[in-house]
C-alpha cells in the first residue's frame, strides 16, 4: 500500500528527501555534492520528486492515504540556502555556443519555479525555510514558494546584472505580480543584496524569525494552517486564480535569458568568472552540518516498528563536506 509513498522518500544524489507525519509535510533538501548551487542533476532530482508526488496525488484520486499538505525547499548547507544557477556551467555554455545544453538547463530550471508558484497545481502549499545566503536561482526559488520563512541574517538577492544579464527563470513574473513592473525592474537592474527585513517590509518574505528558528517557526505555521486546512486551501485556490501563472510566461521569458547570455562578451565573462570563484572560497570554508532531523526513518501508519517496514534511515558521511575551485 504504501510502495509509491516510500519511493519519494528513496535515496537520492544532490536532495536528502524526509516526511515529517506532524505535520504532513516532505522536505527536500539541498544537498550538493559539488557546489551549493543548482547543478544539471539537483535540478532534474527535484523536478522527478515534483512529478512523483503529482502522480503519487493522482493515482488516489487527490486523496492520497499518506496525506502531503506541505513541501518544503531547505538547505543542508550551514549558512547557504542556494547560489542559484551553475555559473560554472554557464560560463563554459556560453564560450561554446552551445544553445541546446544552456535552453535544456533553463527550462528545466525555470519548470521548477513554476510549479511551485502554482502548488503543483495540487491541494498542498510549497514553503521555503531559508537559514543562509539565496542569489540568483536561489532566491527565485524561495519567490516561488507561497509562504517563504527566512531567518534575520539570510541575505538574498538577484546579482545577474552585475555580468550583464538577468534572473530568467521566474523572477521578473514573481516580483512582478508581488511589487508591480516598475520596482521589480529596479530589484532586477540594482542587482542589490537585501536582508531578510528588507525584504520582509517588500512583503516578499511571510514570516522574518530569529537565527536558528526557522525550521521550529515553519512547523508552527504547519500545524496552524492544517487546524485550519479547508480556509487555506480555499485562499490559495483564489491566490492561484487571481495570479494567473501560466508555464508559458515563465518558459518564453526564459528563452529570452538564454538568448541574452549566449550574447554575454568577455568583459562579462570575467565578472562571472569572478563570482563564481568568490562563492567557491566562502564555500571552501564552511563545514555542512549534518542534520539529524534529515533521518529519512518514519513509521508509517497500521506497519510494526522494524526495520523491514520502515524508511531506511540516510547515511551520511561524517568527513566534512567542502568544495575546491573548479
Not at 535544456?104 to 525555470?110: A, I, R, V
Request: charged share 25%; glycine share 6%.
Amino acid at each position: 500500500m504504501y510502495k509509491m509513498f516510500r519511493n519519494l522518500l528513496r535515496e537520492r544524489e544532490e536532495i536528502s528527501v524526509r516526511y515529517d507525519v506532524e505535520t504532513a509535510s516532505i522536505w527536500c533538501y539541498f544537498n550538493p555534492r559539488v557546489r551549493p548551487c543548482y547543478s544539471y542533476e539537483m535540478l532534474t532530482e527535484i523536478h522527478t520528486l515534483q512529478l512523483e508526488i503529482i502522480d503519487y496525488f493522482k493515482s488516489y484520486n487527490m486523496e492520497p492515504p499518506i496525506p502531503v499538505n506541505f513541501f518544503i525547499l531547505a538547505s543542508q548547507t550551514s549558512g547557504i540556502y542556494n547560489y542559484g544557477g551553475d555559473l560554472n556551467l554557464f560560463e563554459e555554455m556560453i564560450q561554446r555556443q552551445d544553445r541546446e545544453t544552456l535552453f535544456k538547463y533553463g527550462q528545466l530550471g525555470t519548470e521548477i519555479v513554476y510549479l511551485n508558484s502554482v502548488d503543483f497545481h495540487l491541494p498542498l502549499t510549497t514553503v521555503a525555510v531559508v537559514e543562509g545566503t539565496a542569489l540568483g536561482g536561489g532566491f527565485e526559488a524561495v519567490l516561488s514558494c507561497n509562504v517563504s520563512i527566512a531567518e534575520e541574517q539570510t541575505k538574498m538577492g538577484l546579482p545577474e546584472i552585475r555580468f550583464n544579464l538577468f534572473p530568467g527563470m521566474g523572477a521578473y513574473s514573481l516580483l512582478a505580480r508581488s511589487l508591480g513592473v516598475r520596482r521589480a525592474e529596479e530589484m532586477i537592474f540594482s542587482g542589490k543584496v537585501y536582508s531578510a527585513g528588507e525584504l520582509c517590509e517588500m512583503g516578499l518574505l511571510t514570516i522574518m524569525t530569529k537565527k536558528g528558528q526557522a525550521r521550529q517557526k515553519a512547523i508552527q505555521f504547519m500545524k496552524k494552517q492544517n487546524r485550519l486546512r479547508n480556509g487555506h486551501q480555499a485562499v490559495s485556490a483564489a491566490r492561484n486564480r487571481f495570479r494567473q501563472m501560466e508555464r508559458e510566461e515563465f518558459m518564453k521569458i526564459n528563452e529570452i535569458w538564454v538568448d541574452a547570455a549566449l550574447k554575454l562578451e568577455k568583459k562579462d565573462l570575467k565578472v562571472m568568472h569572478k563570482l563564481i570563484e568568490a562563492q567557491n572560497l566562502k564555500y571552501d570554508h564552511i563545514m555542512t552540518k549534518t542534520r539529524t532531523l534529515q533521518d529519512r526513518r518514519i513509521h508509517l501508519p497500521g506497519e510494526t516498528y522494524s526495520r523491514g517496514n520502515n524508511i531506511v534511515p540516510e547515511r551520511r558521511r561524517s568527513e566534512r563536506r567542502s568544495i575546491k575551485a573548479s
